[in-house]
C-alpha cells in the first residue's frame, strides 16, 4: 500500500520556517586591492605564534584530538583564573550555542533575544521546536525592561549577545545583573560575549562574575573574532557544574578538532598580540566614528570591532553597491530588519581610510544628485 500523499522524510516542526543564515559577501568584481569587512573579521590575523602550532600539527593529522580539550580549557583557565572543569569548548561558539539550545528548549517553549540580536539564536530555537521571542531594543540597545516583559512560564532560555552584534551597543553589568535578578531560576540567561575583548568601556563585565555566582547563566566566547582563528571554528562557555556536565554529554565526542586546540592554546597565551588588536580597534573606531559623522552618516555608537551606519531610504543598498565597485566588502543589513544600515568591519589602516574617501565620494555623489 502506497500512500501518495507522502513525499519522503518530514522535517521537525519548526524547521522549514528557519530562514537560513546568510554569511558575509567575500567577493567583488573591483580589479585592485579588495578589502572584506563583512564578517567582522581581524585585520591582524591570527597570533604568529598560533600559525606556528597550527602547521606543527599537519605531521599529526592520523590521530584523534583530545576529547575534553584540556590544554586548551587549561590555557583559558589560566588566562581567565577559571576553573577548567566549568569551561567547554565547542566547534565555534556557534556549537555551543546549538548544543545549549538542543539541551534545553523544546516544542513548546519560549527563548527570548533583542530585535537586532544575532541571527543564530532564531536558527537555534527554532531547530529545536522552540518559539522565538523578539524583545524591543531602545536606541538599537538591548533594554533589560523590554526583555522582562517578554519573559512567561514558558521561557526556557534569554539570549543577550553583549555586545551586540550588528548593532555594536553593549549592556553594562549594572543591567545584565539586574535582568539575571528578574529571571525565573530555571530560566537560563545566555551571555554571547563573542565581542568581549575588544570592550574598553568601564562599565562592562562579559559574564564570568554573573556564571561564577549563579546556576542559570552561561558566557559563551569565540575566538573567531580578536583572536582571528575564524577559519578554525573555535569557541568555549563558562557554566555552573550542571550546565558544563549537560553539554558535554550532548556535545560530540570529538566536536573540537586538534588543529583548533593547538593554535587556541597559542592564541589564548599571546597576550601580546591580542593587545595590539586591541589597541588597534580603539583607534580606529574611535577614528571611523568621527569621520564618517563629519560626512553626515549616522553611526550606531559601537564598542565592538565593527559599526553600524545608517542612510535615508532607500539608499543602503545603493553604498553597499558602491562600496563593492571600489573594493570595499560590507555587510547589508535586511536579514537583521535594518535595510537602510550596513555593518562595517574596522579594518586595517588602508581599509579605513579607503572606506572613508569612498563613502565621501559617495555622500557627495548623493547630494549632487
Ligand atoms: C561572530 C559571532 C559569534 C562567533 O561565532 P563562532 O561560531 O564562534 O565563529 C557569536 N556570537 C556573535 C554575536 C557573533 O557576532
Known amino acids: 500500500m502506497t500512500n501518495s500523499s507522502v513525499k519522503g522524510p518530514v522535517a521537525q516542526p519548526g524547521i ?20 572584506k569587512l563583512s564578517s567582522n573579521e581581524t585585520p591582524l590575523g591570527a597570533s604568529p605564534k598560533a600559525i606556528a602550532a597550527f ?37 565555534g561558539s556557534d556549537e555551543l550555542l546549538e548544543l545549549i539550545s538542543g539541551a534545553y528548549l523544546g516544542t513548546g517553549d519560549e527563548a527570548i533575544y533583542t ?88 562599565d562592562y563585565e562579559a559574564g564570568i562574575e554573573l556564571v561564577a555566582t549563579n546556576q542559570n547563566v552561561v558566557m559563551t566566547r569565540t575566538f573567531s573574532k580578536i583572536y582571528g582563528l575564524a577559519g578554525l571554528r573555535l569557541g568555549w562557555a563558562y557554566c ?9 554529554r550532548v556535545r560530540g565526542p570529538f566536536n573540537v578538532n586538534a588543529a583548533a586546540i593547538a593554535a587556541g592554546v597559542e592564541a589564548m597565551k599571546d597576550v601580546e598580540h591580542i593587545d595590539k588588536a586591541i589597541a ?23 564598542v565592538g570591532n565593527f559599526i553600524l551606519i545608517h542612510f535615508g531610504k532607500g539608499n543602503a543598498a545603493q553604498a553597499d553597491e558602491y562600496l563593492g565597485n571600489n573594493g570595499l566588502i560590507v555587510r547589508a543589513m535586511g536579514a537583521y530588519g535594518l535595510p537602510d544600515a550596513l555593518r562595517i568591519t574596522i579594518g586595517s589602516q588602508e581599509a579605513n581610510e579607503r572606506l572613508v574617501a569612498v563613502l565621501s565620494s559617495f555622500m557627495k555623489d548623493q547630494g549632487n544628485a
Request: proline residues 7%.
Open 55 to 91: 602547521k606543527s600539527l599537519s605531521a599529526d593529522l592520523q590521530l584523534y584530538p583530545d576529547g575534553s580539550a584540556t590544554a586548551l580549557r587549561n590555557a583559558i583557565g589560566d588566562r581567565y583564573g577559571l576553573n577548567p572543569e566549568n569551561i567547554v569548548c565547542g566547534s
Open 280 to 302: 588597534h580597534n580603539t583607534k580606529w573606531l574611535a577614528w571611523l566614528t568621527t569621520k564618517l559623522e563629519e560626512i553626515g552618516i549616522k553611526v550606531t555608537p559601537s
Open 16 to 35: 522549514m520556517d528557519i530562514s537560513p543564515y546568510v554569511p558575509g559577501k567575500s567577493n567583488t568584481t573591483f580589479n585592485g586591492e579588495i578589502y
Open 240 to 248: 555552573p557544574p550542571q550546565i558544563a556536565d549537560v553539554i558535554n
Open 115 to 202: 530585535r537586532h540580536g544575532f541571527l543564530v539564536y532564531p536558527i537555534a530555537i527554532m531547530a529545536n521546536g522552540a518559539t522565538p521571542v523578539i524583545a524591543d531594543e531602545v536606541d538599537y540597545t538591548a533594554n533589560v525592561d523590554e526583555i522582562i516583559a517578554k519573559i512567561t512560564d514558558k521561557t526556557r532560555i534569554i539570549f543577550l549577545a553583549n555586545p551586540n552584534n550588528p548593532t555594536g551597543t553593549y549592556l553594562p553589568f549594572d543591567e545584565v545583573k539586574r535582568l539575571q535578578q528578574a529571571m525565573p531560576k530555571d530560566c537560563l540567561l545566555v551571555l554571547d560575549a563573542a565581542y568581549a575583548e575588544y570592550v574598553t568601556a568601564n
